[in-house]
């Protein structure tokens, strides 16, 4: 006969290893990943503590935040002693996650390389299953006026209007703007139409005094910068 161990629970665990009590003691910036996702499910199974399933859902993702965050409540209902309720519950939370960086106040961050406007789009691109084209507009001492989409378009391409790219930049009274998109395949280099359209619009610009800083192309965790390879 096969016998299981049941394991105690997180509530037999010493006050100071148990992920809530240690929040509250140490503060929240002292908790790994998975103790931060064992708060979020609660409670764990017969044989595996919250902490235990929280390892599990960092192990298949990769040990990636972002990687979770792509999944869907259907995805982490694979694992087994994750249920209904424990997988929206996770979804909800990395969204907002998601949703709280979005909304960081953009007047007071200052663009001073490539690695600042990825912190700033990457959330905007990240994960999506088709094209986007967005713009930072800029003013002259490189601080974000305003965060703008222009174009969604398929999987392997999106249409850029130099004209509404222009106007929507000329309406935050942009001194310069760093242009992005996505590529959904994963591959961050340019390909030709990139580089052709970043030209066009680089010329377009220094007709209407407004610099063409950067444009990036953004795949999953990776970038490529225009500036930073000299193209621009």
């Known amino acids: 006969m096969k016998y299981e161990i049941k394991r105690p629970g997180i509530k037999y665990w010493a006050e100071e290893e148990r ?13 790994t990943d998975a103790e931060l996702l064992a ?3 609660g409670s764990g199974t ?15 993702s990769n040990r990636n935040l972002n990687t979770l965050g792509e999944r869907s409540p259907n995805d982490l209902m694979q694992i087994k002693g994750i249920g209904r309720a424990k997988a929206v519950t996770i979804v ?16 007071k961050a200052k663009i001073k390389e490539s690695k600042d406007a ?9 994960g999506l ?6 713009i930072l507009a800029l003013n002259r001492q490189n601080q974000v006026l305003a965060k703008i989409p222009l174009s969604s378009g398929g999987l392997n391409a999106t249409v850029v209007d ?18 992005a998109h996505n590529h959904p395949s994963g591959a961050c280099r340019p390909s030709e139409t990139d580089v052709r359209l970043t030209r066009k619009l680089k010329e377009a610009g220094e007709l209407l005094d407004i610099t063409v800083l950067d444009h990036l192309i953004i795949a999953g965790d990776k970038f490529y910068s225009f500036a930073d390879a000299g193209l621009l």
């Open 129 to 134: 299953p088709q094209e986007a084209f967005y």
């Open 118 to 126: 990825y912190r700033l789009l990457a959330p905007l691109l990240y």
């Open 19 to 31: 992920p809530r009590e240690k929040l509250l003691l140490l503060g929240v910036q002292k908790l």
């Open 46 to 60: 017969r044989t595996h503590s919250a902490l235990d399933l929280a390892r599990q859902l960092l192990e298949n």
């Open 162 to 179: 130099p004209r509404l790219l222009f106007r929507k930049a000329l309406e935050q009274g942009a001194s310069a703007v760093i242009m």
């Open 39 to 41: 708060i979020l499910l």
């Open 92 to 107: 909800a939370a990395l969204e907002l996650g998601r949703r709280r960086q979005l909304q960081m106040p953009e007047q």
